[in-house]
């Protein structure tokens, strides 16, 4: 069993899982990465082919926690993460994979309660948090920022735990009506919507700002940065391939619809595990810096265009630093390098690293991209062969699914990572009608999208009595000593 090491850290300092659940980021700016990957043996996995979901993901996160949570008590966590209340289920499954053509299947991770995949590793995160916080008596502030899914995703995890009071700070502009419904519908206990009169880097800019004042300094956070993200999605990848596999050993390729890197990058510990992923292929929309990276060697991020898949809409993958940390042979001093002249140029090149872009092929990533016009037309011919609806990321993926997948029989595993409900005029512009309301998001639809946010001007200070107007007293002491 493995500590946890700063991707930028040259002495290597170790801290444990649940430590760095609770710090985010590494003091010196780096990620949170495992000293070595922990390995689950070919006949072990096949013990957990016919097993339920929960127990997969318990003995995948033993491996990947060294802090010693008693199998009892963690298989608690997990259950109560993952219960039928907040996850759909097809077939028992909440994890399921369904053919959508010969050899190539989608797997669906959005049955959680928000309809997107990040639910399946905040649910996670927040009873771990939770738990830890209870151990150490502990409470925990937790300020967070959004652009769309992972406000709504975070709050319907974290509410109602004792131990955590969460601040989401959302732009009044740029949001979905669904999304903007969803969050206010949450809010209330120890859930906190703040609406900035701005823009979403206006949000992270106030987050950065409250993280200097020592009150404020020990607040956490639930971005994809955390490693705790990370490790609660690669059980999701191990049951993916147990589902479609005739016997265990044999390869199989997976599409990612990418982003911030993170879902891809748990494929990658999966892989690294010892699970038998021949491919990872990263499948991005026009905002195609990753796929550029993984062609070339060069990172280098364009301006971000808006688009119709817009949770991939991104210009840097924060993610990808601990990717390069293995390209780079784990070394702390390049990483930092590396990292350093891409944050003052803008771009960086692996070449000059004494690396290349070879070093992606080599650890099975591989990549495609995707358009609008892709998008609708994959859509369409997913429909048409299945009736199966998908939503937009998703079908970035399965677009490059079709121009990836070889004819050579390994199966190839394309991630449904949203529902069509939450982009329904992309859905109509596709099909020409939207799919049935799933009676669980029926009332969003009839819901207000004005109430539930504390409104205000980008001002840190307002913020800062804002929050402690929220919090009573009692909780904020021990959050001070947290
Ligand atoms: C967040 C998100 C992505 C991107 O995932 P990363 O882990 O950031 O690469 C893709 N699709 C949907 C629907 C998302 O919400």
Same mark, same amino acid.
């Given at each position: ?6 991707? @930028?850290? $040259? ?20 990620? =949170? ?32 926690? %060294? ?29 399921? #994979? ?32 939770? =738990? ?8 925990? !502030? ?10 709504? $995703?975070?709050? %319907? ?8 009071? !969460? ?18 519908? !949450? ?78 990058? $748990? ?49 840097? %993958? ?5 990717? %390069?940390?293995?390209?780079?042979? @784990? ?6 390098? =590396? ?59 399965? #677009?490059?699914? =079709? ?80």
């Amino acid at each position: 069993m493995s500590g946890l090491v700063s991707t @930028r850290d $040259s002495e290597r300092k170790e801290v444990s899982y649940l430590d760095a659940l609770l710090e985010g980021l590494a003091p010196d700016g780096g990620l =949170y990465v495992p000293t070595e990957y922990p390995q689950i043996p070919l006949k072990e996995l096949g013990l957990l082919r016919w097993g339920p979901y929960v127990e997969i993901v318990l003995e995948i996160k033993k491996r990947l926690v %060294a802090d010693g949570i008693p199998d009892a008590d963690f298989m608690a966590l997990i259950t109560r993460a993952y219960s039928p209340d907040k996850f759909k289920s097809m077939h028992g499954n909440i994890v399921p #994979t369904r053919p959508i053509g010969k050899d190539l299947f989608v797997q669906n991770l959005s049955l959680g309660p928000t309809a997107a995949f990040k639910d399946m590793a905040l649910q996670l995160l927040g009873q771990e948090l939770n =738990y830890e916080l209870g151990r150490r008596d502990k409470n925990l !502030l937790i300020l967070g920022a959004t652009s769309g899914d992972t406000g709504s $995703s975070a709050e %319907a995890a974290l509410k109602g735990l004792d131990r955590i009071t !969460l601040f989401m700070l959302s732009p009044a502009e740029g949001m979905s009506e669904f999304q903007k419904k969803q969050m206010g519908a !949450l809010s209330g206990g120890n859930i906190f919507n703040v609406s900035i009169e701005g823009r979403f880097d206006d949000c992270q800019d106030l987050v950065k700002e409250m993280k200097k004042d020592p009150e404020f300094a020990m607040a956490g956070a639930v971005n994809s940065i955390n490693w705790g993200r990370i490790a609660s999605q690669v059980p999701y990848f191990v049951s993916g391939y147990l589902q479609v596999v005739k016997e265990v050993g044999e390869p199989v390729d997976f599409v990612v619809p990418t982003g911030n890197f993170g879902n891809v990058l $748990s494929g990658y510990v999966a892989k690294m595990m010892g699970v038998p992923i021949r491919k990872l292929v990263v499948a991005t929309n026009e905002n195609d810096v990753m796929a550029r990276l993984i062609r070339t060697g060069f990172y280098d991020p364009k301006g971000m265009k808006v688009t119709s898949s817009p949770s991939m809409d991104i210009t840097k %993958a924060s993610n990808y630093e601990r990717l %390069a940390h293995d390209i780079l042979d @784990r070394d702390p001093v390049m990483v930092q390098l =590396y990292m350093e002249e891409f944050s003052r140029h803008g771009r960086v090149c692996l070449d000059d690293y004494g690396s290349g872009p070879e070093a992606f092929a080599e650890r099975g990533f591989f990549q495609g991209t995707s358009t609008h016009q892709d998008r609708l037309e994959t859509i369409r011919r997913v429909y048409s062969d299945t009736k199966i609806i998908i939503d937009p990321h998703t079908a970035d993926g399965v #677009t490059v699914a =079709y121009k990836t997948k070889e004819d050579d029989g390994v199966p190839m595993i394309a991630m449904e990572t949203a529902l069509p409900v939450k982009f329904e005029n992309t859905i109509r512009e596709a099909l020409g009608f939207i799919p049935l309301q799933d009676e669980r998001f029926g009332w969003v639809s009839s819901a207000s999208n004005d109430e539930g946010f504390y409104k205000m001007k980008p001002d840190v200070e307002e913020l800062k009595s804002h929050i402690r107007r929220c919090i009573e007293p009692q909780k904020m002491k021990k959050m001070k000593m947290a």
